[in-house]
Each structure stands twice: as structure tokens, then as C-alpha cells.
């Protein structure tokens, strides 16, 4: 790959990440103001065990909030492209099982069960995007647009 | 190859510190949550659909014998203690909450046309419980039509106490 097309490739993929990034960030954000609404949302799916809900809940959210600011620094960004990617593995598999029950949950993407936002065949096509673009990243940014690019260029 | 160890090893320590941090936050801050539920979430259900009503009783058309039927109070607890029918089994309904699919499973074993519901008047639980058991795919189940209320007015004779 030439410099030329690297440079274009990573300039289309700096706005990819620093979406990606301000999402889940944004999505960490109730999560961590309400770790008691959240487990309810996890619970609601009826898919972990009681005893994993609550940690789940207390360490999602962060898990969200630090990936998402490595993606938007652009340090480790593949690693964080490839968090975020199996996070959304995770959350369509989750969104999957639940549609296929006909459970009647909210998604608890962005907002507790009291807000709506009940999952529907749209809640994984939002998911699937966001793959496409984490997937993207992982493939395409070596970070030359970032912290990881101007660490290699000050070594 | 070694790329991409590298990157599954960065990503699994960004877990790990990430974790950390979140275990942290939450033992530090004011209104963290255990580690582990002490208690199970109150998830939100759907009342229970009855797609299918059952065969309403009068009281008129109801023998004196229910020995043939497996005879069911639908009412809370405390309703069923003070006073039920003769041989009746106390299974509270609660409309709000499907039943439990295992007593189902088990009324469902007594075999056809064996199920008499009553409840009480204003709700109708007893309705509602014999629509939901033939919804279910239970047959002919039926209820008394006014409940407990209208057995205790045609002069039937009733006990308290009881097994539940």
C-alpha cells in the first residue's frame, strides 16, 4: 500500500473511529450514573447467569469509556477497534436471542428500561454499522492519524 | 502474526485495566451495587395474553357434587384461609405475571374437562386464570361465573383454614 493510499484510507477512518468512540462513550454515560438500571437492563435479557448481572454492569461501562477514548486518541487503535467489534458481536448475538424470544425489553444501549427504546430488527442494523466501521478500523487504521502514529514518528 | 498478537494482547489488557477501573469506581463512589445480586431483578413481563376464554359456570347449572372436578381458588391466600369452597386448592392468580409453566404442566396432567377456577367478583381472577390454563392448551376448563361471591350468595356451603 502506497503512502498516498494509506494516508486516504486512515483519513477516511479517523471520522469512523471518532464516532465510534463518542458512541459508546456517550453510552457508558447512564450506564455508570445508573449501575442499578443498567443491571436491570442486562437482567431483562435473560441470558446471564444473576450472578455475572452486576459485574457486568459495573465493568461494561468502563470497558465502553476507555475504548472508546483509545479510539478517538488513536493509541492502540486496533486493539480498541477489535473491543469494540466483539462488544457488538456480543450486544447483536444478545439483541438476537431476545428478538427471537419476542421479549418486550428495552435495550439498554443508551438509556434505562424506563426510556424505551425497545430493541427491534433496526437495533441490529445500528450494530451491524457500527461492525462494518469497527471492522474498518481494525483492517485499515495502523493510527498514523493518532497517538499510535506519533509515537512511531518520535521513535 | 506477531502484529496481531500484539493486538489481542493490547486489547486484552485495555480489558483488564478497564475492569479494574470500573471495580474501583464502584467500590469507591457513593450508590455502587454488589458484586453479586443479592436479589433477582423485578424484570418487566408482558401480562399474560389469554387468547382463548374458558367455559363460564353458573351457579344454577353447577351440581352440588364437584368430586369430578379438581376445584381451584384463584384468590389471594388470606381470601382462601377465611373461607373457600369445600375441597377447593388454594393457587393465587396474579394477572400481572404468567403462571408458572410447571403448575401448568401439572393441571394439565389431571386430564380434560377436570379444572373448576373461581375467584372473586371484582377482578375476576377466576376468569382470568381459566382463560390463561386454556390458552395454555388446557381443556375444558372452566370457572364459576361471579366467583367465590356468587357461590357464598346461592347458599353453598363453604370452610376455612385449609391447605394451600
Known amino acids: 500500500m502506497s503512502a498516498r493510499t494509506g494516508n486516504i484510507l486512515c483519513g477516511i477512518s479517523l471520522p469512523v473511529r471518532v464516532v465510534l468512540g463518542v458512541v459508546f462513550i456517550a453510552a457508558a454515560w447512564y450506564k455508570i450514573a445508573e449501575p442499578h438500571e443498567f443491571g436491570l437492563s442486562i437482567a431483562s435479557y435473560e441470558i446471564l447467569p444473576l450472578s455475572l448481572v452486576n459485574i457486568t454492569a459495573i465493568t461494561l461501562p468502563w470497558m465502553e469509556i476507555v475504548v472508546g477514548l483509545t479510539l478517538i486518541a488513536g493509541l492502540w487503535t486496533r486493539a480498541g477497534a477489535l473491543i469494540i467489534g466483539g462488544m457488538l458481536v456480543m450486544f447483536m448475538v444478545a439483541i438476537g436471542i431476545a428478538l427471537s424470544r419476542d421479549l418486550p425489553i428495552s435495550c439498554g444501549c443508551f438509556a434505562s428500561a424506563e426510556a424505551g427504546d425497545e430493541i427491534s430488527a433496526a437495533t441490529l442494523w445500528r450494530d451491524g454499522i457500527w461492525l462494518a466501521g469497527a471492522a474498518y478500523v481494525l483492517f485499515v487504521d495502523d493510527g498514523r492519524f493518532g497517538l499510535d502514529g506519533w509515537r512511531k514518528r518520535s521513535v | ?164
Not at chain 2, 8 to 28: E, M, P, S, T
Not at chain 2, 33 to 54: N, Q, R
Not at chain 2, 111 to 123: A, F, M, S, T
Request: charged residues 25%; hydrophobic residues 45%.
Open chain 2, 1 to 164: 502474526m506477531r502484529q496481531v498478537a500484539y493486538i489481542i494482547l493490547r486489547a486484552f489488557l485495555l480489558l483488564i485495566a478497564a475492569a479494574a477501573l470500573g471495580l474501583v469506581a464502584n467500590w469507591v463512589r457513593p450508590g455502587g451495587i454488589a458484586l453479586v445480586a443479592g436479589e433477582p431483578y423485578e424484570i418487566y413481563k408482558d401480562c399474560p395474553e389469554i387468547s382463548k376464554e374458558a367455559s363460564a359456570v353458573k351457579m344454577e347449572h353447577l351440581d352440588a357434587d364437584l368430586s369430578a372436578f379438581s376445584v381451584i381458588d384463584s384468590r389471594p391466600v388470606n381470601d382462601f384461609l377465611a373461607a373457600h369452597v369445600p375441597g377447593a386448592r388454594s393457587l393465587p392468580y396474579d394477572p400481572i405475571r404468567p403462571m408458572d409453566k410447571d403448575l401448568i404442566a401439572k393441571l394439565r396432567a389431571l386430564g380434560p374437562n377436570r379444572l373448576l377456577v373461581y375467584g372473586d367478583k371484582e377482578i375476576d381472577s377466576g376468569r382470568l386464570m381459566a382463560g390463561e390454563l386454556s390458552s395454555a392448551g388446557l381443556l375444558g376448563v372452566r370457572y364459576i361465573e361471579g366467583g367465590f361471591t356468587a357461590w357464598v350468595e346461592a347458599g353453598r356451603p363453604t370452610e376455612s383454614g385449609g391447605q394451600q
